[in-house]
Structure formats: C-alpha cells, structure tokens
C-alpha cells in the first residue's frame, strides 16, 4: 500500500477511536503471545483457549461460545496479519473519519466484523463445497471490518484520488472494486473462510453507507449498546492552545482569534466537503486544506 492523500491531523482532532480500536487490536496480539512465551518456560502452555476466542464454522460449536461473533474480529494468526489489518485501518480510518463520524467508524467496524462472520458461518454450513471443513474450521481477523470501513468511504466518496507507491494516484472506488474482486477470484483458496468474511464486511459497509444517505443509520443500535457498556468509548480529541513567548507584541487574544478563525474555515471546507464530493472544492479551498494538513 502506499501513501494516502488524506489530512490525519484533521482526523485525529474530530475523533481517535480508530486509534483506540489498533490498541485492542494490538493488545489482543502482543498479550496472549507474550503469555504463551512466558508459560513455555514452565513447560506450560495456553493450549485451546484461543480456540474459544475465534469464531467457529459449526454452528453447533457457535452456540456454545457466541461471544466470538465479537472477540474474533480482534484476534490475529501472525505479526503479517496484523500488520496488514493494521496499516489498512490507520489509513482509511483516517479517511473514513472526513466524511463520517468517530462513532459511525465504530459501529461500522462492530457490524463489518459480525457481518462477515455470520456470511462465513452461512457459507460453510450452506454450500456443500465446505462442508467437510466445517467441524474443523475457525476464523480470526479484523480484516471483514476493515473492509466495511473501506467499502463505507468508496461508497461515500467514489472519486476521491488515492496515491498509491509505485501505482500512481487512483479513484477510491477503483480500489474498493480490486479489493472485492480479488476476494471473489480467491472464494475457494486455502483461505476461503477469510475472503467471505470480506465479502460480508464489504456489503455491510454498503449497506451502511447507502443507508446513512437516506438518513438511516443501522449502526446506531452498536454504538447505544457500547455506550450502554462502556465499551470503546471515546472523547474527541480538543485542539491545543498555542502560547508564544518572545519580544513578539501580539497578545494572546489576536493570536487565538486568529486561530478560530481559521479552525472555522477548515470545519466549513470540510462540511462542504462532506456535502459535495472532493470535486466540489475550489482550487483555494484545496489549498487551505492542504495546509492545514502541514501544520
């Protein structure tokens, strides 16, 4: 992947719940392995118990450890596959956050990972090409709700430019689309149980996106149930106050209207934004967004 044209400043200042959502990610990775390396000095080990963290193809064994609907999609096999999941969620949870809210990017995270799920249970259980696989079967990995969370944005912003290293500069929805295309081609691999889960992520954050257009949010019942638990609960981060000190005769109160003034004009790009598409932007309002980016 490569560099993303995107202002993560701007992001971090109207929410880091993204960030918060890598740490669990993160921890959910370095915790478990580091206990396991510790216990291998006693000739111990965790044996099974990550097996009741991810999620079963067997429905049968689903009824007996529901929770991992949830818990799967913070688990991951291998330093590469968090790696990749990770990097994936910094940038376009970055971008997700300029047309969306922080809270929307968690509900959409929540609903991608148990979308994919369900799809991967259904598949397994349904089609007979997996059935032989079923009782045997687990899945672990954020990427279903990563996907959503790219799907969501291409969704909302179809020709907002991406940079790619080595590629060049390419539309969103064009990445989302060899994204998706590449899980179809890859359904019956060796990894099969992944490439639908990111089918299902994929539709969910669709299905989000489409929605919210019309004024339906079908997120709202993930983030009032977090809410209600206390989970992931997040605080935007507030933008510092600036003091110089120095022979400079500008008072504090010049030096903080100035700045409002300009936190106004970028809220009122970023709206317009919001509202009108990347392409809606005048060449100015491109260039004030941009450098608001440097700072």
């Not at 971090?12 to 000095?41: C, D, H, K, S, W």
Request: hydrophobic share 45%.
């Amino acid at each position: 992947m490569g560099t993303i044209t995107t202002d993560l400043k701007e992001a971090f200042r109207r929410g880091n719940i993204y960030i918060q959502l890598m740490y669990i990610n993160v921890a959910a990775f370095v915790g478990p392995t580091l206990t396991e390396v510790f216990l291998q000095l006693f000739n111990r080990s965790l044996g099974g118990v990550f097996e009741w963290l991810e999620l079963p193809a067997s429905f049968t064994q689903f009824i007996i450890q529901p929770w991992s609907l949830f818990t799967y999609m913070f688990m991951h096999a291998g330093f590469l596959h968090i790696l990749f999941n990770m990097l994936w969620l910094y940038w376009f949870g970055a971008l997700f956050l300029m047309f969306f809210s922080a809270k929307h990017l968690r509900g959409v995270y929540i609903l991608g990972g148990i979308c994919g799920g369900l799809l991967y249970m259904v598949a397994y259980n349904v089609f007979p090409y997996f059935r032989p696989m079923v009782d045997y079967s687990f899945m672990l990995g954020a990427s279903a709700s990563v996907l959503a969370i790219v799907a969501a944005t291409a969704y909302r912003e179809p020709n907002y430019p991406i940079r790619l290293f080595l590629f060049g500069t390419i539309r969103l929805k064009y990445l989302a689309l060899i994204v998706i295309g590449t899980d179809l081609l890859f359904i019956t691999s060796s990894n099969a149980g992944g490439h639908i889960a990111h089918l299902g992520g994929a539709l969910a954050g669709v299905w989000f996106a489409a929605g919210l257009s019309k004024g339906r949010d079908i997120t709202s019942w993930i983030n009032k149930t977090l809410d209600a638990i206390s989970v992931f609960s997040f605080k935007p981060r507030k933008p510092k106050m600036k003091v110089h000190y120095g022979n400079s005769r500008q008072k504090d109160y010049d030096y903080n209207a100035r700045k409002k003034v300009q936190s106004e004009e970028i809220d009122r790009i970023l709206d317009k934004l919001k509202k009108s598409g990347y392409e809606s932007l005048t060449t100015e309002e491109k260039k004030s967004l941009f450098d608001a980016s440097k700072r």
